[in-house]
Nanobody
Framework: QVQLVESGGGLVQPGGSLRLSCAAS????????MGWYRQAPGKQRELVAS???????NYVDSVRGRFTISRDNTENTVYLQMNSLKPEDTAVYYC?????????WGQGTQVTVSS
């Protein structure tokens, strides 16, 4: 059974930082491209950042330079370090795994940026 379990969300003030984690089980982690998506109320889900098994990263323009995606293939975990957070970063953040013709999603973790 495949599981993606996110953690690390919460409430933070503008300019603050959070680190999201996603622990994967039931997949050969290193073969999967891992991504973080987010969905704000009334908006479509969007890809925030992704990382291949070999470590190649990609970011949406709105977070480039503020967010960093990384992975630990020995711990089957992907991270999203979020710095200089803005109110517009408020959303539910989802972990995603893509590989071998399959897609898996985590349950999501809420990130709220507000003073």
């Amino acid at each position: 059974q495949v599981q993606l379990v996110e953690s690390g969300g919460g409430l933070v003030q503008p300019g603050g930082s959070l680190r999201l984690s996603c622990a994967a089980s039931g997949i050969i982690f290193s073969l999967y491209r891992m991504g973080w998506y987010r969905q704000a109320p009334g908006k479509q889900r969007e890809l925030v950042a992704s990382i291949t098994g070999g470590g190649t990263t990609n970011y949406v323009d709105s977070v480039r330079g503020r967010f960093t995606i990384s992975r630990d293939n020995t711990e089957n975990t992907v991270y999203l370090q979020m710095n200089s957070l803005k109110p517009e970063d408020t959303a539910v953040y989802y972990c995603h795994a893509n590989g071998l013709g399959r897609n898996y999603w985590g349950q999501g973790t809420q990130v709220t940026v507000s003073s």
